[in-house]
């Protein structure tokens, strides 16, 4: 199973909605997708109707072993090829209880592990945040013999969002060379931009395209077929298939897949 991150510590960046219709294009392409909610706020699980963990069997706890029953157990099959772990109300306990375990980041890679055989993708749905749950996060994505892996990062056409991704590379190099560990970033995705807003707009999306790496890989304009697709709980590649929009997310897919 390789293993990706949608990261980005700014939030409303179009994160959730950039994993629902990647992992819908790659599903659609054959693949056997996981979504993994790994935010407190539980956009993902709410996004696509789907039920929140009982509190006696949650992720969180499976990360801090407090539960000890299979993973595959708190999975969601939401379509055949697209299955959903949740969040769960204790996510929002797993920065604190992470911050007193031992081996802190490599507890969701080691929860994930278990579940290798069952699925060729897994996609992480990242907290906006830069705190211990992140640092798992980055770890699961990490470089792995026989496995592809590494970070998508979804950005606002804003200034504030160049900062915020220094923020995330620096974290990124920091963690990389504590842990021993590769962690690739993939690219940026620009999202929930339009154009007409003015110069503002274009100009960082030049400053974006002009970094060199990390690279643009899709741009995903804003469109009325995401908002619509959120709101019947589905991704945009099943809501509109025919859209530009769909044609952008299968687009992303191919470059995250090669």
Not at 28 to 40: F, I, K, M, S, Y
Not at 64 to 92: C, I, Q
Not at 233 to 251: H, L, N, Q
């Amino acid at each position: 199973m390789d293993i990706y991150d949608l990261i980005n510590q700014k939030g409303g960046v179009g994160k959730t909605a950039s994993a629902i219709s990647l992992g819908g294009a790659m599903a659609d392409a054959g693949e056997r997708v996981l979504l993994v909610d790994l935010d407190p706020q539980g956009h993902l699980t709410d996004a696509l109707g789907v039920p929140e963990s009982p509190d006696d069997a949650t992720l969180s706890q499976a990360i801090l072993g407090e539960w000890e029953g299979h993973p595959r157990e708190l999975v969601v099959a939401y379509r055949e090829r697209l299955h959903v772990l949740p969040t769960s109300l204790d996510m929002f306990l797993l920065d604190r209880g992470l911050y007193m375990s031992q081996g802190r980041e490599h507890r969701l890679a080691r929860v994930l592990q278990r579940l290798e055989d069952a699925y060729d993708v897994c996609l992480i749905d990242c907290p906006p945040s830069l705190g211990a749950t992140t640092d798992a996060a980055l770890v699961a994505a990490r470089s792995r013999e026989g496995h592809r892996g590494g970070l998508i990062v979804p950005v606002e056409a804003e200034d504030s969002s160049i900062r915020a991704l220094r923020l995330l590379l620096r974290q990124i190099g920091t963690l990389s060379q504590v842990m021993g560990v590769d962690i690739d970033v993939l690219g940026l995705v620009p999202s929930r931009f339009d154009v007409r807003d003015g110069a503002m707009v274009t100009s960082v999306l030049e400053s974006f395209r002009a970094l060199g790496a990390p690279p643009v890989i899709a741009e995903i304009r804003k469109r009325k077929e995401v908002r619509e697709a959120w709101r019947e709980k589905v991704p945009v590649t099943e809501y509109a298939p025919d859209s530009e929009v769909a044609g952008w997310f299968r687009d992303l897919a191919k470059a995250v897949r090669g």
